[in-house]
């Protein structure tokens, strides 16, 4: 099966990437073009099969090892060294308290772990950077010694660079053919079908992407092999990701059940539902609005109780510790500056005349010139993107005035003696209506996004990335932050008094309701941050299963229709059964990241408002962890494995989150919650220091006959009002100062502001002290690197001397450990012909 599937046909060479167009292509030129890109894939040294007994042509290739060896050192590839004595025993073992602890409680939770008979534990292997000259380190004979995914690496950086045409500035790399319609497709195989038992990509689907094994660890040394580190590295963080969510759901859910345990024990809650006709409220609008009983909105206070009370302040405090623990986790990696230059951009800079000496790579690179390219190109690119995020919060501006204008419109509260109805309603409606628009926003701007890069110079695709990513998070952030952002600090903190209302287009703003505005955040927090989840998990393997199946469906009706003359896709081979999985385009993960980088900040930035996201964000996180894996092995072709330092440019991302959750939950406990408030009552108004009366102490009189003109309910159900109240701190109208800022006003900001600092200041010492408890990497890890780093420079150096003095030349060398040699004779025949080769 594996020579059928995956081999030449001589069914010795494996297929290391495959080419394929249409074999009815009419154009001459792209006939031309593939040709002589294919001849130029020769001369580098590949070796091609093409097959065109079929509707659609495939290229095989395939990378020598004399291909490998060149592009590896070219690459600056990690290489495994011969296996020598010691190399088990990098790191000696050392007792570890912390970790005897670990071991100790964590037996009961073995059945978490791996399989080791599916996925056995790996030894310790020494790496160096691969050179032909230092051939003798390398044991480049072994079959497995360039795995697939190096092989594919190779292949594919050739791809990007080769040309096949005169123009030296368009006629270059594997994009622009595809572009181009030359190839339809370029991809490297998986490894096997979905119902291959013996292959990597059959284990992996079975023993991690499937749902059933949500529980179990992930087998993140295989993802490397299969996918690449960019890819393993993802799994890698959501996995922590997850994990870590699972006190942050606990603490959430405890706060949530405290409030379900002391829903009928509030006395705010209490004061309201037993107010009765006792209270009655200034209406909601002017004119077409009627007064309205403070009671009608028992059972929305009693809601709002659920996630704004006593334990609320703990509850943020948590999270900002934690948003600072999930944070900081990351790896050490290759320098980015190693990295080689995109095709591209080398591209667009042949003509260029200065050139720059890069130290790392040891090579000229075109010069870019800043005030004649780049600065343009910086100042075209950012005025587009502060113009749609000026869009995007006018987008949230006209939903803002659409709730605001609602408020006018009796017939859409339909029982206008419903005060709850009226509460729930729209902002339930203007959720929804702020959903569908970040959206529609969020398609437009991608595409810009990916036009406004292009213009750029990015040297790197690391680079390319990163200032991608940098566009879109700003405008998503916006896009999906700024209604939430309004209404927990600037809803009903401007809106003036009944005699005096400040405006936007002749319509009041927005009040909050005795209870705060807490739970209307709630409320839109769980539409956007739970619908925009439900949508994606959807869309993510609808998508790909739809296509996926309209191809099959396709390739056999062509099948059935056509005549028997040879002119078929036959599904016989992996690269045909690859050929209708979907594109692996470069951003691949470029989504996923972006979806779980907006989780995290709507659980930092403002959980203080919906103490269940986090339990939410774990249960939609242990599916998405398995589904994208699924999606990845079932309906994508394979990509071509990428090196990664890090998580890039998301780190800092979420460092930066993590700073503004910090103030975000201090500004909401502060500004949009009762408990600032209520504490200064308790303290400093009330003898008895309990909150009895407080609801009262938050209500001010208001005069009807102080309406201004045209103001007042022009048709009422109540019958001679001569005073309301209203949820503000305000003189009464009989005061020598009437309507004005009484002192117990600015006694609440004066808390507001100081709780503000005491806050920021505490976290703020805390997170230092996490940040020092908890490093980016742990010492046993430093250790492990010092010492590796340490083995191989020694191995090379003794080798070294042992070469220039003529002697035996050790393969393995290992400090007071075990000396293997051979013939010195052979070794300085090999040496003379990698010299040769080099040359």
Known sequence: MEKTWRR???????????????????????????????????????????????RIHFVK??????????????????????????????IQEEFHLLDEMKSFFGKPFEFVKLD???????????????????????????????????????????????????????????????????????????????????????????????????????PLDNIRDYFGARIALYFAWLGFYTHMLIPAAIVGLFCFLYGVATLFSNQISEDICSAGKSIIMCPQCDAKCDYWYLSETCLYSRFAHLIDNNITVFFACFMSIWAKIIHRWGLTGFCHQAEHARPQYLARLQSAKKKKFNVVTQTLEPSVPF??????????????????????????????????????TRNLYGNTDSMSYKIMVTPVTAALLNLVVITIMNHVYDYLAVFLTNLEYKRTQTEYDES?????????????????????????????????????????????????????????????????????????????????????????????????????????????????????????????YLEMIIQYGFITIFVVAFPLAPLFALLNNIFEMRLDAKKFLKFYRRPVPKRVKDIGVWYNIMNILVRIAVVSSAFIIAFSSNFIPRLVYMLSVNPDKTDVGYLNHTLAYFNTSDFQEGTAPLQTNFVNVTMCRYPEYRNPPWADRPYKRPLIYWHILAARLAFLVVFQNVVGAVQMLVAWAVPDEPRHLRDRIKREEYLTREII????????????????????????VEDGTEVRQRTRKNSADST
């Open 61 to 90: 290739i395939h990378a020598p090892v004399e291909v490998l060896c060149r592009f590896c050192e070219i690459l600056k590839m990690k290489m495994p060294i011969k296996k020598i004595e010691g190399s088990e025993d990098i």
């Open 468 to 592: 991608l990513t940098l566009k879109i998070y700003l405008f998503q952030f916006v896009n999906y932050y700024s209604s939430i952002f309004y209404i927990a600090f600037l809803k009903g903190k401007f809106v003036g008094y009944p005699a005096k209302y400040n405006r936007i287009f002749k319509l009041r703003q927005e009040e909050c309701s005795p209870g705060g505005c807490l739970m209307e955040l709630c409320i839109q927090l769980v539409i956007i941050m739970v619908g925009k989840q439900a949508l994606n998990a959807v869309m993510e393997m609808a998508v790909p299963f739809l296509i996926k199946t309209y191809n099959t469906i396709r390739n056999k009706f062509v099948q059935t229709t056509e005549e028997d003359d040879g002119d078929k896709l036959i599904c016989c081979s992996q690269w045909t059964e690859d050929y209708k999985l979907l594109a692996w385009s470069s951003r691949g993960l470029f989504d996923d």
């Open 8 to 54: 030449f046909q001589d069914g010795e060479r494996s297929v290391d990437f495959v080419l394929s167009y249409l074999g009815d292509d009419p154009d001459p030129i792209n006939a031309e073009k593939r040709e002589a890109f294919q001849r130029n894939l020769m001369s580098e040294g590949l070796d091609l099969e093409i097959e065109k007994n079929q």
């Open 371 to 408: 005030w004649q390219k780049k600065f343009p190109m910086y100042i075209v690119s950012f005025s587009v993107i502060f113009l749609f995020i000026f869009l995007a919060v006018a987008a949230v501006f006209g939903v803002i005035i659409y709730r605001m204008s609602t408020t006018t």
């Open 797 to 820: 150096i003794e080798q070294e001397r042992l070469k220039s003095a003529g002697g035996k030349v050790p393969v393995a060398t290992v400090p007071n450990g075990g000396v293997k």
């Open 116 to 218: 080791p008979n599916l996925f056995p534990e790996r030894n310790n292997e020494l790496r160096a950077e691969f050179s032909r000259e230092k051939s003798y380190l390398f044991d480049t004979d072994r079959p497995d010694f360039f795995s697939p995914d190096v092989r594919i690496a190779v292949v594919n950086f050739i791809l990007e660079r080769q040309r096949f045409g005169n123009d030296k500035e368009q006629s270059v790399g594997i994009e622009k053919l595809l572009t181009d319609g030359v190839y339809s497709n370029a991809y490297p195989l998986h490894d096997g079908d979905l119902k291959t038992p013996d292959s990597q990509r059959y284990l992996l689907l079975n023993e991690w992407a499937s749902v059933k094994q949500w529980i179990r660890h992930q």
